[in-house]
C-alpha cells in the first residue's frame, strides 16, 4: 500500500513538473513570438525611410551644385565683362586724347586742333571700329552674367522648397523610438525564456529575438534630429541665398541698362560681381550641408539593413 502511495506521489510530481511547467512555458514562448512579432512589424522599412531622406539630401546637393556652378558662371564672366569695360574706357580716352570725344568737344576747337583732330582721323576710326564690337560684347557679358544669377535664384527656391517640404521627421523618429522599446520588451522575455530552460535549439524564437537584440534598437534618434536641424540649416542657407540673388539680378540688370549713369556703373558692376562670389560660397554651404546629412543617412540605413535582414 505504501509502495502504492509512492509511485503515486512520484507520477504526480513528474505531471506536476512536465505538465505545469510546460503550460507555463507555452505562456512565456506565446508571448515570446507575440514581441518578436511587433519587432518585426515596428522595426520594418525604417531604411526605406532614412533613405528617402538620403534621396533628398542627394537632389538638393544637385541644386546646389547647379546652382553654385551658375553663381560662380556669373562671376567669371562678370570679371570678364569688368576687364572688358576697363579696354573700352582706355580706348574712349585715346579717343578724346585725339580730339573726338564729343561734338560740343570739337565745335569749340581751334581751327589749329581741328586741323590736328582731321589728321588723326585714321587713328580715330581705327579705334571706334575696335570699340563697336566690344561694346557688344561687354553688354553681352552683363546679361549673360543677369541670367546666370537668375538661374542661381531659382535653384535657392528649389533647394529651400525641398528641405521644407522633408524636414519634419517627427513620424521617422516615432518609428525608431517604437522599434527600439519593441526591442528591449523583447531582451526582457528573452531573459524569461532563458530562466524557464526552454531550449534554444528546440525552439527558433529564441535565436530570433537574440539576433534582434544584437542588430534592431540601435538606431539613434539623435541622428534623425541632427539631420532635421541639417534640412533645416539647408532651407535658411537657401533662403539666403534666393534673397541675395535676387537682389543681384536687380544690380546686374541696372549695370546693364543703357540708362544707368556710366559713373555709377562701375560699381554695380562690382557689387553684381561680389554677390555672385556670395552666392557661390553659399551653395557650397548647402552642398557641405547636404553632404553631412548623407553620409549620417548612409550610416543609419547600414544598421536598419542589418536588423530587417534578420527580421526576415
Avoid at 557641405?288 to 530587417?308: F, P, V, W, Y
Wanted: hydrophobic letters at 40%.
Amino acid at each position: 500500500m505504501l509502495r502504492k502511495i509512492g509511485v503515486s506521489l512520484v507520477i504526480g510530481g513528474l505531471c506536476f513538473s512536465q505538465c505545469f511547467g510546460a503550460d507555463s512555458n507555452d505562456d512565456i514562448i506565446s508571448r515570446a513570438e507575440s514581441y518578436y512579432s511587433a519587432i518585426q512589424s515596428v522595426c520594418s522599412n525604417i531604411s526605406d525611410s532614412i533613405s528617402s531622406v538620403s534621396g533628398v539630401a542627394k537632389a538638393n546637393t544637385a541644386v546646389n551644385t547647379i546652382g553654385a556652378a551658375a553663381s560662380g558662371g556669373a562671376l567669371a564672366v562678370g570679371i570678364a565683362k569688368s576687364k572688358l569695360d576697363a579696354e573700352i574706357d582706355e580706348l574712349w580716352n585715346e579717343i578724346c586724347a585725339l580730339g573726338a570725344c564729343d561734338a560740343d568737344t570739337i565745335a569749340k576747337m581751334s581751327d589749329e586742333n581741328l586741323i590736328k583732330t582731321i589728321k588723326n582721323f585714321a587713328q580715330i576710326k581705327e579705334k571706334l571700329d575696335s570699340l563697336n564690337p566690344k561694346e557688344k560684347k561687354a553688354k553681352s557679358l552683363g546679361n549673360w552674367r543677369t541670367g546666370l544669377m537668375a538661374g542661381n535664384v531659382a535653384t535657392n527656391i528649389a533647394s529651400a522648397i525641398i528641405a521644407g517640404v522633408n524636414r519634419d521627421k517627427s513620424e521617422l523618429i516615432q518609428q525608431i523610438q517604437a522599434c527600439n522599446q519593441a526591442v528591449k520588451s523583447g531582451t526582457d522575455i528573452s531573459k524569461e525564456l532563458q530562466l524557464a530552460g526552454v531550449n534554444p535549439i528546440e525552439n527558433p524564437i529564441v535565436k530570433k529575438l537574440n539576433d534582434a537584440s544584437t542588430w534592431c534598437g540601435n538606431l539613434d534618434v539623435k541622428n534623425i534630429e541632427k539631420i532635421e536641424n541639417l534640412m533645416s540649416a539647408t532651407m535658411g542657407t537657401s533662403i539666403a541665398g534666393a534673397a541675395i540673388g535676387t537682389a543681384g539680378v536687380a544690380v546686374s540688370a541696372t549695370a546693364n541698362s543703357d540708362k544707368v549713369d556710366p559713373n555709377k556703373e562701375k560699381a554695380l558692376n562690382t557689387t553684381a560681381n561680389v554677390i555672385s562670389g556670395v552666392n557661390v560660397a553659399t551653395g557650397v554651404v548647402g552642398m557641405g550641408l547636404n553632404i553631412t546629412m548623407i553620409n549620417k543617412a548612409k550610416d543609419m540605413i547600414r544598421q536598419s539593413e542589418h536588423c530587417e535582414g534578420v527580421l526576415k
